[in-house]
Nanobody, 122 residues
Framework: QVQLVESGGGLVQAGGSLRLSCAASGRTFSSYAMGWFRQAPGKEREFVAAISGSGGTIRNADSVKGRFTISRDNAKSAVDLQMNSLKPEDTAVYYC???????????????WGQGTHVTVSS
């Protein structure tokens, strides 16, 4: 069982930055791939970025490449999402998720946080 708690969301102007953090419970954090997803109002949840358990493999959605960076600290059981050059279309609820395998599909993840709101104003 893994419990996930996101933090770091908020309101930011276009072009600004935010850093989201996800704290995980449990002693087997390094065995889980971690992903970030987002869901904008009226839209389906979409993949943002994912990182393997060791941190050696990373996947990013095309829409965030060059702007967002996912990282993890297994000693702290945490995964972060550094978001730069934010755009209004990045506005969404951001969720972190844990799964046994690195994947871009949300149904491959078993555990989810409650989400944190990110609003980017133009």
């Amino acid at each position: 069982q893994v419990q996930l708690v996101e933090s770091g969301g908020g309101l930011v102007q276009a072009g600004g930055s935010l850093r989201l953090s996800c704290a995980a419970s449990g002693r087997t954090f390094s065995s889980y791939a971690m992903g970030w997803f987002r869901q904008a109002p009226g839209k389906e949840r979409e993949f943002v970025a994912a990182i393997s358990g060791s941190g050696g493999t990373i996947r990013n959605a095309d829409s965030v490449k060059g702007r967002f960076t996912i990282s993890r600290d297994n000693a702290k059981s945490a995964v972060d999402l550094q978001m730069n050059s934010l755009k209004p279309e990045d506005t969404a609820v951001y969720y972190c998720a844990a799964g046994m395998y690195l994947a871009t599909m949300s149904n491959r993840y078993n555990y989810w946080g409650q989400g944190t709101h990110v609003t980017v104003s133009s």
